[in-house]
């Protein structure tokens, strides 16, 4: 495919699309639209040209900091796909172009393959991608025949189930019809734009060869609404699940797990209902992960267990063996293999060393209303239940603090820190209290 170059198309205001920033930049599965386009054209290895226009600003910071190599040209008015392709003529240097919608996130390589194939196989113009759909869509534009034409959606006013095969937004065209005819494309009347779309029933009134490639809806599902964009992503989660499971990930409820596209997981790791992994997380191997547990951007190293409903996110890294509990929330720390927090607890900014153990409703504090400072814990160290823990603070190597206290100095090797207030008993105070509240009720009733 080395004839071949990759334009685009992501200049719309996406008006349907309600939202205050440009919809491709809007994560699916953890990662913005527009980076699944990319990703496929750079797998692909083709150069990319890519058109911007509403909000662009917001569109090139994110795909430049994310070291996409491709070109931009501005769509300075939104006037169409077909004006959208015009505007890349300069451009123009391999002998087929395929031109995409940035809004059609899941086609495959495999699909641009096909396409490609059949085009040179049949010495095409004009190859274009369709799939079945025969429900009524506000979003599909339909492939009519004698001559091939697509009627978008808008202007569509028939049954979708007598025109059953939509227009899935994938074309390859030569570079050489399109020099010859893209300025034939003439402004639609009642929309005031150009379509790319009018390129296909010129090319066969001209007789031209045009291929047609099928391909399966749910690849091709584009996104034009919130709507859409939920079906797409739960469909994209159900799609990942399904690859972990073929890697032997047990997933023990692929419906209500979601495990982002760049989580990486280990073999032999177990993966309980309502899980969610987010980012760009990295699960060991053998490792459990808990019912509604939530890990973001966090490493878990192998062995480790974690769950039920836990929360470890913001570059957190657990290491071999630890063993995080249920309603724990471990934030930007570190936790050295064999390390325990198994109950009601929050690790915040925290370095934690081995074998440690956190008693339950432990809690950093570690934000003073206006910084956060770090908590330091070594190996060995027993912190007791209920503990307030004030950072900056340092616990030094097997050290121990007794349940109940706020330490707010550093604590030395093998020293006891107790930082409560003495406990002070005093008999038969409950009786001598009770008979003065009956004394002072019996004088009110008099």
């Not at 087929?96 to 086609?107: A, E, F, M, S």
């Not at 749910?218 to 990942?240: A, K, P, W």
């Not at 206290?405 to 820190?417: G, H, K, P, Q, R």
Request: net charge neutral.
């Amino acid at each position: 495919m080395n004839d071949m170059q990759a334009i685009i198309l992501a200049a719309g205001k996406s008006t349907r699309f309600n939202t205050t920033t440009t919809k491709m930049i809007t994560p699916i599965c953890g990662k913005p639209m527009i980076f699944y386009t990319l990703d496929l054209c750079k797998q692909l290895d083709l150069p990319i040209t890519l058109v911007v226009g509403h909000q662009k600003e917001n569109l090139i910071q994110a795909v430049v900091e994310n070291n996409y190599a491709c070109s931009f040209v501005t769509q300075e008015e939104q006037r169409g796909t077909g004006d959208a392709l015009k505007i890349t003529q300069s451009s123009w240097q391999k002998d087929n172009l395929l031109v995409v919608n940035g809004d059609v996130p899941l086609i495959t390589p495999q699909m641009i393959e096909k396409l490609y194939a059949e085009h040179i196989k049949i010495d095409a113009t004009i190859t274009f991608a369709i799939a079945h759909h025969d429900q009524p869509s506000a979003s599909y534009g339909r492939v009519f025949d004698n001559p091939i034409r697509i009627v978008e959606a808008r202007h569509f006013d028939q049954r979708a189930d007598n025109y059953p095969w939509i227009n899935a937004g994938i074309y390859l065209i030569k570079k050489e019809f399109l020099e010859k005819h893209i300025a034939h494309i003439q402004k639609n009347k009642n929309s005031n734009e150009f379509y790319i779309t009018d390129l296909i029933e010129h090319a066969s009134v001209q007789q031209e060869k045009i291929g047609m490639v099928y391909v399966d809806f749910q690849h091709v599902r584009g996104i034009n609404t919130i709507s859409e964009l939920s079906v797409v992503e739960r469909n994209h989660y159900q799609t990942i699940a399904q690859q972990w499971l073929d890697n032997d990930i047990f997933i023990k409820d692929p419906q209500t797990t979601l495990i982002d596209t760049n989580v990486v997981i280990g073999a032999g790791t177990t993966i309980e209902p309502g899980v969610q992994i987010k980012g760009n997380s990295i699960i060991g191997r053998d490792c459990t992960v808990g019912a509604y547990t939530i890990i973001s951007n966090s490493i878990i190293k192998d062995n480790a267990t974690i769950g039920p409903f836990a929360h470890v996110h913001t570059n957190s890294v657990l290491n071999e063996n630890v063993c995080i509990g249920n309603f724990v929330e471990v934030k930007n720390s570190t936790i050295d293999a064999g390390t325990k927090a198994k109950h009601l607890t929050y690790l915040g900014d925290s370095t934690i060393g081995a074998k440690t153990n956190i008693g339950a409703g432990t809690i950093t504090c570690n934000y003073d209303g206006k910084n956060k400072h770090r908590t330091i814990i070594g190996n060995q160290v027993f912190i007791g239940s209920n503990n307030s823990l004030i950072a900056p603070v340092t616990i030094k190597d097997n050290a121990m603090t007794a349940a109940g206290s706020t330490i707010t100095n550093d604590v030395d090797e093998f020293t006891l820190a107790i930082a409560r207030a003495r406990q002070i008993n005093k008999d038969g105070y409950v009786l001598h209290l009770k008979q003065r509240q009956e004394k002072i009720k019996t004088t009110e009733t008099q």
